[in-house]
């Protein structure tokens, strides 16, 4: 018995695949960010901090990862360090750690990749 197959890429197709899969990617990472700030985790004295600091790094969305950035130097401090009196006016659930909820073992863990799911098909047309 001789058996033979063929198998024929459609390239193309899977470049807009591939494609779809960065911008959703970027997409994500941009609905967290905005999860965040609506979530009113974060502290906000002045507003630098949640409104110019933080931003999203896109230059290696082609190698699959995307950042949240917070350019400030006292960021990494307020952040590894909850025990602070976080002034609570602007934003009521303003802590350290302000991105634990969406973390593995948080109560928000799946967002990320339900609105990955979500956006990847949309944009693909899949």
Known sequence: MRVSSSVRMNM???????????????????????EVVQAQVMPFDTGHLEEDATFIDYSDSRQGKVTIVSST???????????????????PFAGGEWYQSWLEGGISADF???????????????
Not at 13 to 34: F, G, Q
Not at 112 to 126: D, L
């Open 12 to 34: 193309p197709r899977i470049r807009e695949l591939s494609d779809a899969a960065v911008r959703a990617l970027e997409m994500t990472v941009e609905a967290l960010h905005t």
């Open 73 to 91: 130097p006292y960021a990494r401090r307020l952040y590894f360090h909850p025990e602070f009196h976080f002034q609570k006016e602007e934003n």
């Open 112 to 126: 990320c990749q339900k609105a990955f799911a979500r956006i990847y098909r949309r944009v693909s047309g899949t």
